[in-house]
């Protein structure tokens, strides 16, 4: 059974959109702090929502194609080691950062936490891009 992508799509792709904006914003230079913060919230918002339908799309698809029912009950970090082992991601550490990240936006707000969010989500974006290519190549 093959899983309807097109919302992990549109998730990243706009992750995307954001980071190349801010990027050619950056660049440019001579723009006001407040703006900066804007896009980086920006950037954190839309980290947020593609981590959160990355790995509910790991646990369908392993649900899918593995063991019914053997997703239940797993923990987040089961569910990358799991997703690494059946080549869905390459890097299991980053993803259990990625989930740690993903907790510290939503419990409080701190600068210095939305300062390494908005870091890591650059890494973040190559690694969500290359888990939906290995969906894409794998979602029979």
């Known amino acids: 059974m093959s899983l309807e992508l097109s919302s992990l799509e549109k998730a990243v792709a706009s992750l995307e959109r954001a980071w190349n904006f801010?990027?050619?914003?950056?660049?440019?230079?001579?723009?006001?702090?407040?703006?900066?913060?804007?896009?980086?919230?920006a950037i954190i918002q839309n980290f947020?929502?593609?981590?959160?339908?990355?790995?509910k799309f790991m646990k369908r698809w392993l649900e899918v194609?593995?063991?019914?029912?053997?997703m239940e009950g797993v923990t987040r970090k089961q569910l990358f080691r799991y997703a690494a082992e059946n080549l869905l991601i390459t890097d299991f550490e980053a993803w259990v950062v990625y989930h740690d990240l993903r907790n510290r936006?939503?419990?409080?707000?701190?600068?210095?936490?939305a300062?390494?969010?908005?870091?890591?989500?650059?890494?973040?974006?190559?690694?969500?891009?290359?888990?939906?290519?290995?969906?894409e190549v794998r979602n029979d």
């Open 105 to 113: 936006t939503s419990h409080t707000y701190d600068s210095d936490v």
């Open 22 to 41: 801010t990027n050619r914003k950056l660049s440019e230079g001579n723009i006001e702090q407040d703006e900066i913060e804007v896009y980086k919230a």
């Open 48 to 55: 947020e929502f593609s981590y959160e339908l990355c790995w």
């Open 65 to 70: 194609n593995l063991t019914p029912g053997m």
């Open 115 to 135: 300062d390494v969010i908005f870091k890591k989500a650059r890494f973040f974006l190559e690694d969500a891009k290359g888990f939906l290519k290995a969906l």
